[in-house]
């Protein structure tokens, strides 16, 4: 069984450009759902995908988008990037359940770096 | 809205030890609740859960029982390995939630 991965792991740009991240799912999973992760904070929601539409989002401006594509991977865009955008973004895959969806399995992340 | 508080850190322990990481949360529901760790330059690897009150999550010698009296998710753990130096996570999701809560985390080191 595939875990999640996401690509790249690293990344530096400057202020004001444009970064697309991409994670694919864990096998069998529907629902990708993205975060971010501050230096030394807790992970915070940015929004989640299921079934290729957006299905709910944390507090971050329109600049930050996404996608997901029919065979459940994603992207996450992210436009006129500013400093505080340096984090590490966490990809996290599970599956949407008639209760609810289940647990959360994350990538390894990507480290982004805005100068 | 929902949150999770954790017990600060950093918290340093001689291996052997005994383990408290503590943690409380408040919601308006019923959520589920997750201990996540993150070993150094990576991701979060889920380590346990507890889906209703009264519930015990256990892995890898760690255990979290989910009391709903308190509204507190403590991670114990009887006798630490340097091996569990990590960053320790605590969140919750209500059901059907779209979204993952989580506390600013603990770090841990575990000194031979």
């Known amino acids: 069984e595939t875990g999640v991965t996401q690509s790249p792991t690293h990344l530096i740009k400057t202020r004001g450009q444009q970064v697309t991240l991409r994670c694919s799912s864990q096998?069998?999973?529907?629902?990708v759902s993205w975060y971010q992760q501050a230096l030394g904070q807790g992970p915070q929601f940015i929004f989640q995908?299921?079934?290729?539409?957006?299905?709910g989002r944390g507090n971050f401006p329109p600049r930050f988008s996404g996608l997901q594509f029919p065979n459940y991977s994603s992207e996450l865009n992210v436009n006129a990037l500013e400093l505080d955008d340096s984090a590490l973004y966490l990809c996290a895959s599970s599956l949407a359940l008639v209760t609810g969806t289940d647990t959360q399995y994350f990538g390894p992340g990507t480290r982004l770096t805005v100068l | 809205g929902d949150s999770v508080t954790q017990m600060e850190g950093p918290v340093t322990l001689s291996e052997e030890a005994f383990l408290t990481i503590n943690c409380t949360y408040t919601a308006t529901g019923y959520p589920s609740l997750f201990w996540y760790v993150q070993y150094p330059g990576e991701g979060l690897q889920l380590l346990l859960k507890a889906t209703k009150a009264d519930d015990k999550g256990s892995n890898k010698g760690f255990e979290a029982t989910y009391r709903k009296e308190t509204t507190s998710f403590h991670l114990e753990k009887g006798s630490v390995q340097v091996s569990d130096s990590a960053v320790y996570f605590c969140?919750?999701?209500?059901?059907?939630?779209?979204?993952?809560?989580f506390g600013q985390g603990t770090r841990l080191t575990i000194n031979p």
């Open positions: 995908y299921y079934r290729e539409e957006e299905n």
């Open positions: 969140a919750l999701s209500d059901r059907g939630a779209q979204k993952l809560v």
């Open positions: 096998s069998g999973h529907n629902t």
